[in-house]
Nanobody, 123 residues
Framework: QAQLVESGGGLVQAGGSLRLSCAAS????????MAWFRQAPGKEREFVAA????????YYADSVKGRFTISRDNDKNTVYLQTNSLKPEDTAVYYC????????????????WGQGTQVTVSS
């Protein structure tokens, strides 16, 4: 099993940046595909980005492509989401997730979840 803990959220002005981190404990994270999802108030949870076990394969949602970058440091068991050019519509709770299979964009494919970190972008 894996335990996931997110950090790095906060309040930022539009156009600003945040770096989110997801620290994994338990079974080593290098065996998992990792992803970020987000959920805004009153909306369904949506896919943001995913990265494969080796870090050489990534998926992004069209809404964040070119602005967000997912990366991982397997020696530190940590996955990152660099968020740039933030917009008010990026405001949401951001969740880290893990699965043992290949890259996937759907939340149902992921087995392990963190508690989330709040990102609020003011206009």
């Amino acid at each position: 099993q894996a335990q996931l803990v997110e950090s790095g959220g906060g309040l930022v002005q539009a156009g600003g940046s945040l770096r989110l981190s997801c620290a994994a404990s338990g079974r080593t994270s290098r065996t998992y595909t990792m992803a970020w999802f987000r959920q805004a108030p009153g909306k369904e949870r949506e896919f943001v980005a995913a990265i494969n076990q080796s870090g050489d394969g990534t998926y992004y949602a069209d809404s964040v492509k070119g602005r967000f970058t997912i990366s991982r440091d397997n020696d530190k068991n940590t996955v990152y989401l660099q968020t740039n050019s933030l917009k008010p519509e990026d405001t949401a709770v951001y969740y880290c997730a893990a699965r043992g299979g290949p890259l996937a964009r759907t939340s149902i494919a992921y087995v392990y979840w963190g508690q989330g970190t709040q990102v609020t972008v003011s206009s």
